[in-house]
């Protein structure tokens, strides 16, 4: 059986298992399995050397921020309104095939916008070059989801699914667990909060899937087992997430109304060039960026940089 088939069928098992004390311990075992399956498929292959066509572009500017959405959602026409990058736009869909940068000039900041190819269901699996669309998306600071208002739930369900198999956590913080291995001494297990989804036994059958047995685990909030999963796993990217619904000028007043006051949510119409100012402030204040101004030893005039504080 190979990898993509053991995922289907944890996930099938995780699904049908009833929640409940009787068996938390093993749906904690089949998402530690379902973690290290994903993160085997992650992991290039040592056959598939450097073939195929990558379409990283080098980061520049003060911040980056990926464009993210399925295809013909409007992320090539919202680039080519922010920035002065002409992004190829039609009607049907991948218009997109490559990775094309942009430019925000706002408040004195670079802020270096990049429209991905559109994502398909299965990305995460490799499906339409869905690992190297997620692989750029992992270097922003900001994910901008570019939504279609007239189908926006359905598609934020699953992008938000494929980014989180890849290790991809949109506007979560890091869980505050302090975890060590060890040499010896077996696993040490403490918490400084009482704990409502984790018991030192789940803990210790977690780490024993991963051939962890001497280990320090501190818990300082109460945490989930996925959340412990992605402390030992070490390679989660935590990042802030707009949620664009474009095309608004195509749904009702009362939908229009639901979908801003959603949180982390903006609601816009590139078509009609609608709340495109709205949703740059809030951009801004996402990227949290910071200006210092710093001067060489001799120079007249101090000089602004920018640095991002938004993770």
Not at 82 to 106: D, K, N, R
Not at 116 to 145: F, N
Not at 207 to 234: M, Q, T, W
Not at 257 to 279: F, Q, T, W
Request: hydrophobic share 40%; proline share 3%; glycine share 8%.
């Amino acid at each position: 059986m190979g990898i993509l088939e053991k995922i289907s069928e944890i996930e099938k098992e995780i699904a049908r298992t009833q929640k409940n004390k009787a068996t938390e311990y093993h749906l904690g075992l089949l998402k530690a399995k379902l973690a290290k399956y994903r993160a085997q498929l992650l992991e290039p292959s040592k056959s598939a050397s450097s073939k195929g066509e990558g379409f990283d572009v080098m980061k520049s500017g003060d911040a980056r921020v990926a464009l993210i959405g399925f295809p013909s959602v409007g992320k090539s026409t919202f680039l080519s309104l922010m920035t002065s990058t002409a992004s190829e736009a039609a009607s049907y869909e991948f218009t997109t095939l490559t990775c094309i940068p942009g430019v925000i000039e706002y408040k004195g900041a670079n802020i270096q916008l990049l429209d991905l190819p559109g994502i398909i269901e299965g990305a995460a699996q490799g499906k339409g070059r869905g690992r190297q669309v997620i692989a750029v998306a992992r270097t922003a600071d900001v994910v901008i989801m570019m939504l279609d208002a007239t189908k926006g739930e359905v598609q934020r369900s699953l992008l938000e699914k494929e980014l989180e198999s890849v290790g991809i956590r949109l506007n979560k913080h890091k869980p505050n667990i302090y975890f060590k291995p060890k040499k010896g001494g077996g696993i040490s297990f403490n918490s400084t909060v009482t704990l409502t989804q984790c018991s030192e036994k789940l803990v210790q059958l977690i780490l024993h899937e991963y051939k962890i047995f001497n280990a320090e685990v501190l818990f300082r909030e109460d945490c989930s087992p996925d959340e412990f999963i992605d402390v030992i796993v070490g390679n989660r990217v935590y990042m802030p997430c707009l949620y664009v619904y474009n095309k608004i000028d195509q749904i009702s007043m009362e939908e229009v109304d639901r979908l801003a006051r959603k949180p982390n949510s903006v609601v816009i119409s590139c078509g009609m060039k609608l709340n495109l100012d709205y949703l740059l402030e809030m951009l801004w204040e996402y990227l949290a960026l910071t200006c210092i101004y710093t001067k060489k030893r001799g120079q007249r005039n101090p000089m602004a940089v920018w640095c991002c504080d938004c993770g």
